[in-house]
């Protein structure tokens, strides 16, 4: 059984239902503005009613929310779903007589047989004259059935049920900071593998009850914190000073540290992080800049993190968001919190504290965060994510090796065929913070952001039947767009289009499956042909022709047959860096009239054989009839 890639499954669809939370948070801070002083009271009592309204229907929204994130948005999973919802409740006060419900915990349970009633019963055929009932369509059927068996269960062990849950809340909430503390370092640790959903809804929408002035129920840190709960918000408050300060002072930490050539783009890219944090409390970009690298240091800033949950909830801090703690949040709920100021002081010490602990960190254990010498660069990149897209898919082992991909706010959440086949180098070079592996084929690879665009266009590329061809890198060194080549007849593109490398090693490898078709005299220079047709030209430095002594030596003969990465020339690097008039070595298809578009990664450092470099789609052949294009 998949049980992980189930759970990431189950962390994404909870957080779909949270989308709704901050429209009711705006609603409730508009409806709190003084409004009859313009004699508009009707006005701002319509506001709360509003927003109130939103965070009475929670639990329905996690039942359509589960069951739209479990079945790729199949909209009669939601609808069942939602009837489902409404027949459990009902019978359930009818069976028990009580106004007992298990709030979002029923939602969730109902999105959850909505989802398993689809995927069991979507392709099921009945007979032909009553197959109207047959395939999605008895989704809704079986749904109605399932629910109630489902309620009959519910009413014979709702009560006990009823008394474990009060005990385990009354449990957590007795455990006071140290259960904050706990709960701080736990919600940071399961970050990586996006498992903090899961630990969050609990936390969220099930610890503790509180009875409205109404005399309805909130359930959960967050529902009752904007229900008026005084006690509520011990679980959101000791998130802000990490979100909005501690996390964007490790961005200034980075760009501080970071070489001073590189300083100008490394400064771009995380200031951009940390206004995202500071303001949304999106985190991902700036924690797994250090993550990988320094997973220690991910362990203290855990440690931090529960540590400040535990001093808010000595304060007497009560603060809460409906997103995320970034400052919209602090400052839309402001009027709700209780000691909420106090989070400012303790954010800035946060701040000086993360921000001197990194450098330091940084420094002394020569950690190569993005800038530094030993690591990469991360760029801005949202204009490139259709052209890019291609390699990213071929590096995470090409279009047959995807069985599912899905996207969060941060991260591809992918099921593969085998992991093995990702190319991770590939992925970092193509702009991923950091690939995760979660077992049976389970992968998150962390594009920040720009992860929803990405999968968008991979899907693109999925459901489309196109021929596309993909090159890795023949050499170690830098690579460089074909008009930088020092040669004007390589840079106009005379003779076909590509890219180019600056070795740093001598040896020439194959960047694609094909055929030695010509090489030349001097072997500086040779060509393949791929299984495609494709020409590739292959040349080693610029006026190398005619260089004194023997500086190549080719290791394969005209009618090989050959694989990526397969060594094709060794060259004397030193003598051609010396006599050549450049060492830019052009990688370029000399017949670019049946190629329909080109794809090509980031310019710069690249390793032998690494995958993902430059991709070709195809031009339709007649017989395909131009259906592909």
Not at 43 to 68: E, H, K, R, W
Not at 339 to 366: D, E, H, M, S
Request: aromatic share 10%.
């Amino acid at each position: 059984m998949n049980w992980m890639g189930n759970l990431q499954q189950l962390g994404r669809s909870l957080m779909l239902p949270t989308i709704a939370l901050p429209i009711a948070a705006v609603l409730l801070c508009l409806g709190d503005l003084p409004w009859d002083v313009i004699h508009a009271s009707s006005f701002g009592d319509m506001l709360s009613l509003a927003g109130n309204t939103i965070f009475d229907y929670i639990p329905i929204i996690f039942a359509v929310g589960v069951a739209l994130g479990l079945t790729e948005s199949a909209g009669i999973a939601g609808l069942s779903a939602m009837l489902g919802y409404f027949m459990f409740t009902r019978l359930i006060e009818h069976g028990l007589g009580t106004q007992f419900q298990l709030g979002v915990s029923g939602g969730i349970l109902i999105g959850l047989l909505a989802a398993i009633i689809y995927h069991r019963c979507k392709e099921i055929k009945l007979p032909e004259y009553i197959q109207f009932f047959g395939g999605p369509r008895m989704v809704p059927l079986v749904m109605g059935l399932a629910t109630l068996i489902a309620s009959y269960i519910m009413i014979g062990i709702g009560p006990f049920l009823e008394t474990l849950m009060g005990k385990i809340s009354s449990g957590l909430l007795g455990l006071g900071g140290f259960g904050a503390f706990v709960y701080g370092i736990a919600h940071r640790l399961l970050v990586p593998s996006g498992l903090h959903h899961i630990l969050n809804n609990f936390f969220w929408f099930q610890v503790g009850a509180y009875e409205t002035p109404s005399g309805q129920y909130a359930y959960g840190d967050l529902p009752r914190f904007f229900a008026g709960d005084p006690s509520a918000g011990m679980y959101m408050a000791g998130l802000y000073p990490i979100m909005m300060f501690a996390l964007p002072a490790i961005a200034f930490a980075i760009i501080g540290e970071a070489r001073e050539d590189l300083k100008p783009k490394i400064k771009a890219t995380f200031l951009t992080a940390a206004l995202a944090s500071f303001l949304t409390g999106v985190t991902e970009p700036i924690e797994f800049a250090f993550l990988f690298v320094a997973p220690y240091l991910f362990f203290i800033h855990a440690i931090l993190s529960g540590v400040a949950m535990w001093i808010a909830y000595e304060l007497n801090i009560h603060h809460g968001f409906s997103y995320s703690a970034g400052a919209i949040d602090y400052i839309i709920n402001l009027h709700l919190s209780h000691n909420g100021l106090l989070l400012i002081p303790i954010g800035l010490v946060y701040g000086l504290l993360y921000y001197f602990l990194f450098r330091w960190a940084i420094q002394k254990f020569r950690i190569p965060t993005p800038g530094r010498e030993e690591g990469s660069s991360l760029e801005e990149w949202a204009g490139d994510i259709p052209y890019r897209s291609p390699l990213i898919l071929q590096a995470l082992g090409g279009k047959d090796n995807i069985k599912k991909i899905e996207a969060c706010i941060t991260r591809l959440r992918l099921t593969l065929v085998n992991d093995r086949l990702m190319d991770i180098t590939a992925l970092r070079h193509l702009g991923a913070a950091g690939v995760i592996r979660l077992g049976g084929g389970n992968v998150q690879v962390v594009f920040g952001t720009f992860s929803e665009l990405i999968r968008e266009e991979i899907m693109k590329v999925l459901r489309k039947d196109i021929h596309v061809v993909l090159f890795t890198s023949p050499m170690q060194g830098r690579m460089i767009p074909i008009e930088e080549v020092p040669d004007r007849i390589f840079a106009s593109r005379l003779v076909g289009n590509g890219v180019a490398f600056i070795p740093e090693k001598g040896e020439l490898v194959s960047p694609v499956a094909g055929t030695i078709m010509h090489i030349y005299p001097t072997m500086h220079a040779l060509g393949i042909l791929t299984d495609e047709g494709l020409e590739v030209l292959l040349h080693i430095g610029i006026d190398t022709s005619s260089l004194p002594g023997k500086c190549f030596n080719a290791v394969v003969k005209e009618g090989d047959r050959v694989e990526a990465g397969q060594l094709l020339v060794k060259f004397n690097y030193n003598k051609v860096k010396k006599f050549a008039s450049s060492l830019a070595t052009p990688m370029i298809i000399t017949n670019p009239d049946i190629v329909k578009s080109w794809s090509f990664a980031p310019f710069k450092p690249v390793k032998k054989g690494q995958g993902s470099v430059m991709s070709v789609v195809l031009k339709p052949t007649k017989s395909e009839g131009g259906t592909n294009g």
